[in-house]
């Protein structure tokens, strides 16, 4: 049999191996895995052929990426019988954070150049993944506070024992118990000075990036929040990040990100409620971007008295008219309330002899309302989401089957690394892998292999077009030799 016969036309490996090849790894800041002692290293583009073959078949420890190499065919044919051993392989993917970020957004201007990615509609939600971070390694003010309190009442108890035992053997077992617990509530004291010193609501000891976040249906545990955008042409991931443990400061950071990688002029955002904050919502519309981000309930409390609602608001006049048709207005000033800037708008003389006070309010300074200095970004946001209910209802079609592929189809539901910028290169393999085998979905097999063999077929003609100009300036071939790698890149990048 012919080797090549064990790798069939349509197989992942093939398309891989084509993808590699047109990506100028050292552009993208790839770099050489050294290899054992008196070996050259091994190349980039084997090691990352490697890994994207891998996290797409649930390959993704070090160890069993290194079994393969000697017992996977695909994997041999892809590698041409190179075995790197399971060091090396994890040394890559920890020593290339930034380039697996890098790479996963040329493919997206890749994808861009071969009009799959519009970005006219983008789609941006979030999903949980957990951390190499136990929950019992995670702390924060109230869970440590109740560490110490049970280490005082066990101190208490063995105590009150030392003070009504006379044999000298139980005496010195309850002492050396005392001291046990003592020392725990030293190191428990030293995680609240730690927390305290982070500014942080929340600490981790084994990875400090990772959270407690809700993974679903109210299941805490330690992970992160990996956000994502997704473009509404072919769904394809376009950007990705991971920050705080939910969304309600994600949306103008990752929007604003979408629209500068994908050089579009303006752009329509779909996002659920969790993203729902005036502040980024106005921030979007001053950059040209359109939310459609679905509108949260008021926050007032049904307590039977009058609803904010059913009071007019006079944009121009900035003031509110009450059901007894008194205005409430503002002094001006702004107030901080917790992540929000609200005015307050009140009139105490005419809510001491007001008829309908018991039904309005139990202050006994009146009724004042709270109105967001972004309200108006928020109503006019909800405005177009009741208007567009189909269009809204695009955003779970764009973006939530990734997430269902990434976690249930290709086990991505925890991750091997620790610290944000590592979590994200896993993050990044895991997108380009999906990007491409979404594009096997979208052409036919044959069709797709022709693309990416003309694209590689495109960078060596403009490499040897690039060495042929250059050339033509040196009169010797030794002088060309002698030329730096970093300007025969960096000219190569720019073309």
């Not at 049904?302 to 207005?329: R, S, V, W």
């Not at 269902?404 to 690394?417: A, I, V």
Request: net charge positive; charged share 25%; with cysteine.
């Amino acid at each position: 049999m012919s080797f090549e016969q064990f790798v069939t036309q349509d197989s992942w490996a093939r398309i891989v191996d084509l993808f590699v090849d047109i990506l100028p790894l050292k552009d993208l800041g790839f770099k050489d895995t050294p290899a054992s002692e008196g070996r050259p290293p091994y190349a980039p583009s084997d090691m990352l052929k490697l890994y994207l073959y891998g996290y797409k078949n649930h390959l993704r420890s070090s160890r069993k990426l290194a079994q393969a190499c000697r017992i996977n065919m695909e994997v041999i044919w892809l590698l041409k019988g190179l075995t790197p051993s399971a060091r090396k392989i994890a040394y890559f993917r920890k020593n290339n954070a930034k380039a697996f970020k890098k790479a996963f957004r040329y493919f997206v201007l890749i994808l861009k150049d071969m009009d799959l990615i519009d970005g006219e509609t983008i789609a941006i939600d979030s999903f949980k993944i957990r951390a190499q971070n136990a929950s019992k390694n995670n702390f924060n003010q109230k869970k440590i506070q109740r560490h110490i309190d049970y280490i005082d009442h066990k101190i208490h108890q063995y105590q009150e024992a030392l003070d009504k035992e006379d044999e000298a053997d139980k005496i010195e077992v309850l002492k050396k118990k005392i001291e046990y617990q003592n020392k725990k509530k030293d190191n428990y004291k030293q995680i609240e000075r730690q927390l305290k010193e982070s500014g942080e609501s929340q600490i981790s000891l084994t990875d400090p990036d990772a959270k407690s976040v809700i993974l679903h249906k109210n299941i805490v545990n330690v992970g992160y929040n990996i956000q994502a955008g997704c473009d509404g042409k072919h769904k394809l991931f376009i950007n990705n990040d991971t920050g705080t443990v939910n969304d309600t400061h994600a949306l103008s950071p990752m929007a604003l990100d979408a629209k500068k990688l994908l050089g579009v002029d303006a752009m329509n955002v779909l996002a659920d409620k969790g993203y729902t904050t005036g502040k980024h919502i106005e921030i979007c519309t001053k950059n040209q971007i359109t939310t459609f981000s679905s509108p949260k309930e008021h926050s007032s409390q049904h307590n039977g008295l009058f609803d904010m609602q059913i009071f007019q608001y006079d944009a121009q006049k900035d003031h509110y008219t009450c059901p007894a048709g008194e205005i409430l207005a503002t002094n001006g000033t702004i107030y901080n309330k917790g992540n929000h800037r609200v005015k307050h708008y009140k009139n105490r003389q005419a809510c001491k002899t007001c008829h309908l006070r018991d039904q309005c309010t139990k202050n006994k300074n009146g009724r004042f309302i709270e109105r967001s200095i972004y309200q108006e970004a928020l109503e006019e946001n909800q405005k177009r989401v009741e208007e567009n209910p189909d269009y809204y209802r695009l955003r779970q079609q764009i973006t939530e089957h990734q997430f269902g592929t990434l976690k249930r189809q290709w086990g991505f539901t925890y991750t091997l690394m620790k610290g944000k910028e590592h979590v994200l290169s896993e993050v990044n393999i895991m997108m380009i892998c999906y990007n491409l085998r979404r594009l096997m979905s979208i052409f036919e097999i044959n069709t797709l292999i022709n693309k990416l063999k003309e694209l590689v077929r495109f960078i060596f003609a403009i490499y040897g077009f690039i060495k042929g100009i250059l050339s033509h300036f040196f009169e010797k071939q030794n002088q060309l030799q002698n030329i730096n790698q970093p300007v025969l890149n960096t000219v190569y990048g720019h073309i």
